[in-house]
């Protein structure tokens, strides 16, 4: 008999508090393993807990089937009297970033997708392997990431055309090279 550890579900940093398996969906609720965290501003540790939130993150799909996570992070005092902030919220690592909608791990699918297929191409594929995300999302996913800038051209053409005669000239100057 084989037996299955929950806990390799969720991303690293996290422990599985329970996994709930429904028809269309999987929601897996974790917790943060670390008991304390860093203030962005300032740097120092605090362990002092301010209150608790829901973070809801999509997931890779398992089975076939979508995967929510549902993590419950914790709000932290600053300490640090030269801090200008009061409380924080605690960071996921390597999980998400923030303010994101999708873990880092299925984030790196969608740029994958979006840079070997294009927008509607690869949101197709998506909606099949049970990824929700449109076309619009999969660009701005390759834009955001910014490691994609065009080559300078190497080889110019120029041409030069009117719509009448007299009147209304246009030039046109394009990468010969890339047609």
């Given at each position: 008999?084989?037996?299955?550890?929950?806990?390799?579900?969720a991303?690293a940093?996290?422990?599985?508090?329970?996994?709930?398996?429904?028809?269309?969906d999987v929601?897996?609720r974790?917790?943060?393993d670390?008991?304390r965290?860093r203030?962005p501003?300032?740097?120092?540790?605090?362990a002092?807990?301010?209150s608790?939130y829901?973070?809801?993150?999509n997931d890779?799909?398992?089975?076939?089937r979508r995967?929510?996570?549902?993590v419950?992070?914790?709000?932290?005092f600053?300490?640090?009297?030269?801090?200008?902030r009061w409380t924080f919220?605690?960071?996921?690592?390597g999980?998400a970033t923030?303010k994101?909608?999708?873990?880092?791990?299925l984030d790196?699918?969608?740029?994958c997708?979006?840079?070997?297929?294009g927008?509607?191409?690869?949101?197709a594929?998506?909606k099949?392997i049970?990824?929700k995300?449109s076309?619009?999302?999969?660009?701005?996913a390759?834009?955001r990431?910014g490691?994609f800038r065009?080559l300078?051209?190497s080889?110019?053409?120029?041409?030069d055309w009117?719509?009448r005669?007299?009147?209304?000239?246009?030039t046109?100057?394009?990468?010969?090279?890339r047609r």
């Amino acid at each position: 008999m084989l037996s299955f550890d929950v806990s390799r579900l969720a991303p690293a940093g996290l422990s599985v508090d329970s996994v709930e398996d429904g028809e269309a969906d999987v929601i897996i609720r974790a917790h943060p393993d670390s008991a304390r965290d860093r203030c962005p501003d300032c740097g120092t540790w605090s362990a002092r807990v301010h209150s608790r939130y829901l973070r809801k993150l999509n997931d890779l799909p398992i089975g076939g089937r979508r995967v929510r996570l549902v993590v419950h992070a914790r709000r932290y005092f600053c300490d640090a009297s030269s801090c200008p902030r009061w409380t924080f919220a605690e960071r996921l690592g390597g999980t998400a970033t923030p303010k994101a909608r999708r873990t880092r791990r299925l984030d790196d699918i969608v740029l994958c997708l979006a840079i070997a297929l294009g927008g509607r191409p690869a949101a197709a594929l998506a909606k099949r392997i049970e990824i929700k995300v449109s076309n619009d999302t999969l660009l701005r996913a390759v834009r955001r990431r910014g490691s994609f800038r065009p080559l300078p051209p190497s080889v110019i053409g120029i041409d030069d055309w009117a719509w009448r005669r007299n009147f209304r000239y246009g030039t046109l100057i394009c990468d010969l090279e890339r047609r």
